[in-house]
T-cell receptor, first 113, second 109 residues
């Protein structure tokens, strides 16, 4: 009965590789988000989708491309990985806009070597 | 865009004492202010939230106050327990949620 799930939980890869992180929510929410939490624990929004449409696209390198095949899934694809991409990536979802409680996934720890 | 500042960055209290964490925000259009608790290696989880039409909200040992004029809001935890030790984030909802930098709360037994 997991509400927001992410795979994989850990991802170790080399610089220059391309990788994807998947997120699924079974809460029936309309909106999904990707956040990046760096080594200093700072949580920063990257993207937001509402009913498969991109509504928030913060200043993120275009090597990061989100994809929402349906409103229950929001995947994150990262091209040409760099050392600075190492972080924990959290997916979240909620109903409506950002003025409602967001439910976070367990996070994906990405380590780029 | 929105900017959320959180003070202090670390806080240590004795078990049973109260803890207060303060945040300020910059965008007067923000209307939703949640607080999240994140334990080591875990996901952030909502502990309490407040909307701009309310000045104070309580839930057992936790309370949040909001001063819209001054653009600041605070988290109050009474009768702290060791399990309250975690990182606490405030956030403000404008264009998406903007988080403060987090505060590490340590409760000494």
């Amino acid at each position: 009965d997991t509400a927001v799930s992410q795979t994989p939980k850990y991802l170790v890869t080399q610089m220059g590789n391309d990788k994807s992180i998947k997120c699924e929510q079974n809460l029936g929410h309309d909106t999904m988000y990707w956040y990046k939490q760096d080594s200093k624990k700072f949580l920063k929004i990257m993207f937001s989708y509402n009913n498969k449409e991109l509504i928030i696209n913060e200043t993120v390198p275009n090597r990061f491309s989100p994809k929402s095949p349906d409103k229950a899934h929001l995947n994150l694809h990262i091209n040409s990985l760099e050392l600075g991409d190492s972080a924990v990536y959290f997916c979240a979802s909620n109903r409506g806009d950002s003025s409602y409680e967001q439910y976070f996934g367990p996070g994906t720890r990405l380590t780029v070597t | 865009g929105e900017n959320v500042e959180q003070h202090p960055s670390t806080l240590s209290v004795q078990e049973g004492d109260s803890a207060v964490i303060k945040c300020t925000y910059s965008d007067s259009a923000s209307n939703y202010f949640p607080w999240y608790k994140q334990e080591l290696g875990k996901r952030p989880q909502l502990i309490i939230d407040i909307r701009s039409n309310v000045g104070e909200k309580k839930d057992q040992r936790i309370a949040v106050t909001l001063n819209k004029t001054a653009k600041h809001f605070s988290l109050h935890i009474t009768e702290t327990q060791p399990e309250d030790s975690a990182v606490y984030f405030c956030a403000a909802s404008g264009k998406g949620l903007t988080f403060g930098k987090g505060i590490t709360l340590s409760v000494r037994p």
